[in-house]
């Protein structure tokens, strides 16, 4: 749609990359079940590797269109974010490609109720507009950046005529970004394996005794 031909149209890496990496994972004699001491290393990993998506590979997709339509919207950065990041998770449950049963069309979870809370579907388009608030990737996000930083640093600050807020490097940017994803990975696992505290839960009652 964004007239940039797929990866795997240009080069076969991707996809001998894929077929690699399945091929080992099928010849594996076992594969160790899902637990926090494997998840939580992971999770670390996983916010790395999608910082590199979300930062290096999504934006210049859309800044470096030969659209400047396309380059200079700032929802069509966000959009494309969203879809490319979790368009996997979203075919593969909307076609049930993970049950053990004869392939089906479901809702998937992102459409049932509250399923726009999953970390992993907010998370693209808003790591990949805090990258382009950071890198002025778009005209409009650098004025963002003014007026958050005219906002912030009060009426004396913009009194004394302080020059323009000056994007951050990308490499920086991408770092902060992968710290945050690295957080909320990290949060979501602790929470689906019981680590945080539940504050919902009631104390157990202490039964008194009886005194005559």
Same mark, same amino acid.
């Given at each position: 749609?964004?007239?940039?031909?797929?990866?795997?149209?240009?080069?076969?890496?991707?996809?001998?990359?894929?077929?690699?990496?399945? @091929?080992?994972?099928? =010849?594996?004699? #076992?594969?160790? /079940?899902? +637990?926090?001491? *494997?998840? $939580?290393?992971? %999770?670390?990993?996983?916010?790395?590797?999608?910082?590199?998506?979300?930062?290096?590979?999504?934006?210049? @997709?859309?800044?470096? =269109?030969?659209? #400047?339509?396309? /380059?200079? +919207?700032?929802? *069509?950065? $966000?959009?494309? %974010?969203?879809?490319?990041?979790?368009?996997?998770?979203?075919?593969?449950?909307?076609?049930?490609?993970?049950?053990?049963?004869?392939?089906?069309?479901?809702?998937?979870?992102?459409?049932?109720?509250?399923?726009?809370?999953?970390?992993?579907?907010?998370?693209?388009?808003?790591?990949?507009?805090?990258?382009?608030?950071?890198?002025?990737?778009?005209?409009?996000?650098?004025?963002?950046?003014?007026?958050?930083?005219?906002?912030?640093?009060?009426?004396?600050?913009?009194?004394?005529?302080?020059?323009?807020?000056?994007?951050?490097?990308?490499?920086?940017?991408?770092?902060?970004?992968?710290?945050?994803?690295?957080?909320?990975?990290?949060?979501?696992?602790?929470?689906?394996?019981?680590?945080?505290?539940?504050?919902?839960?009631?104390?157990?009652?202490?039964?008194?005794?009886?005194?005559?």
């Amino acid at each position: 749609m964004l007239g940039i031909p797929p990866s795997f149209m240009v080069s076969g890496i991707v996809p001998a990359l894929y077929a690699a990496v399945q @091929a080992i994972v099928d =010849n594996l004699p #076992s594969v160790p /079940a899902p +637990s926090a001491e *494997t998840e $939580l290393p992971l %999770s670390i990993l996983d916010g790395i590797t999608r910082a590199y998506l979300l930062c290096n590979l999504i934006p210049p @997709a859309v800044t470096t =269109n030969t659209s #400047s339509l396309i /380059a200079s +919207s700032p929802w *069509t950065l $966000l959009i494309t %974010s969203l879809i490319t990041a979790n368009a996997g998770f979203f075919f593969v449950n909307l076609f049930s490609f993970l049950n053990p049963t004869s392939l089906s069309v479901q809702t998937p979870p992102e459409l049932q109720p509250y399923g726009w809370t999953a970390t992993d579907l907010w998370c693209a388009p808003a790591v990949t507009a805090i990258y382009a608030l950071l890198t002025h990737a778009q005209p409009f996000w650098a004025e963002l950046h003014t007026i958050i930083y005219e906002s912030l640093s009060g009426p004396q600050a913009q009194a004394q005529g302080k020059p323009a807020v000056e994007p951050l490097d990308p490499e920086l940017a991408r770092a902060i970004c992968a710290v945050l994803l690295s957080g909320l990975f990290l949060g979501k696992t602790a929470k689906n394996f019981g680590l945080l505290p539940n504050p919902t839960a009631k104390a157990p009652k202490i039964a008194k005794k009886k005194t005559q």
